[in-house]
């Protein structure tokens, strides 16, 4: 059952269609009511460094992430970032939690392009646009939190994957210490409901369209421009229960997945959608299909929507 009851804001309503996406002129409008409710419960840990001083960021011991998926540290981190939030740490992981973390919460960042099995680096080594993140002035003992991510980007799509993150604490006076980011630097739990969920009915149509979704997986007003990506998931033996029973390993589970870039886009043909071997999407069959619609720019693993189509 839910742990909450939705408001459906704005709803769009098609004659002759019961609870679920709606078919109306050869669009299937997507609503809130398709929804899954999804609710994070992420922890992190705090690093103290010293204050204004260059720190080492270690990676090499990162071998499995937050979604406790096995990764390879030295060939599976493309950035790693770091970002100061005018936030509190409690208030960064609320955001993270809710999903609703803004770029104006953001007072600075700075990205390390991780360059052939590199497992570690300077943080004066981090740019922004080109000119190096400064310690001296940047890294400062202050209330803002500052968390430091390891995320693997997609070479075809862009999208970025935050695979671990800490905080770092920098205070002034603190022995020298390197930031470690490990198998224990973060962790989630979660609560889900896919299945308590009214399909996306699509009646043999392919053009699907967002533009009503007003709220995100936990309940928050959604901001239809972070919605970026989009996966189409397919499974021939898994049951909606067996995923939300292991909800963090969807795309491992899945038969197919196919990807597309929605990037300032609000609707969308699924026939333009392909899997990782360039093999366009033909079509549904009679077997279980997920959809997600996806931020390459959030923090949080779960999709903004994320619903059974049909």
């Known amino acids: ?160 994957d935050y695979r671990m993150f800490t905080f770092i604490d920098p205070v002034t006076d603190a022995p020298p210490a390197e930031v470690i980011i490990d198998n224990a630097s973060a962790s989630l739990d979660y609560t889900v409901d896919i299945d308590g969920v009214p399909a996306v009915e699509t009646e043999g149509s392919t053009l699907i369209d967002w533009t009503s979704l007003t709220q995100t997986p936990s309940d928050d007003i959604l901001t239809l421009s972070n919605i970026d990506a989009i996966m189409l998931a397919q499974y021939s033996t898994a049951t909606v229960a067996d995923l939300e029973a292991d909800f963090l390993h969807i795309e491992e589970a899945a038969d197919r997945l196919f990807y597309g870039d929605v990037s300032g886009k609000g609707e969308f043909d699924l026939l333009e959608l392909t899997d990782q071997d360039g093999n366009a999407f033909e079509g549904f069959d009679d077997t279980l299909w997920l959809l997600a619609l996806r931020c390459g720019t959030c923090i949080s693993p779960a999709p903004l929507f994320l619903g059974v189509i049909r």
């Open 1 to 160: 059952m839910r742990p909450t009851i939705r408001a459906v804001i704005a709803p769009v309503v098609c004659v002759g269609t019961l609870l679920g996406g709606c078919t109306k002129n050869g669009e299937v409008k997507i609503t809130d009511e398709n929804n899954y409710y999804f609710l994070a419960d992420v922890t992190a840990g705090t690093q103290t460094i010293t204050a204004q001083e260059d720190t080492f960021v270690d990676w090499s011991g990162l071998t499995v992430d937050i979604r406790e998926r096995d990764m390879d540290p030295a060939s599976e981190v493309s950035v790693v970032r770091i970002l100061r939030f005018t936030l509190t740490q409690d208030e960064v992981i609320e955001g993270i939690n809710r999903d609703n973390l803004r770029q104006s919460d953001v007072s600075g960042n700075a990205d390390y392009e991780v360059s052939g099995s590199e497992t570690g680096a300077d943080l004066s080594t981090f740019l922004f646009l080109g000119t190096p993140f400064p310690p001296a002035t940047e890294l400062v003992d202050t209330d803002d939190a500052y968390l430091v991510s390891v995320i693997s980007v997609d070479e075809e799509s862009g999208y970025e």
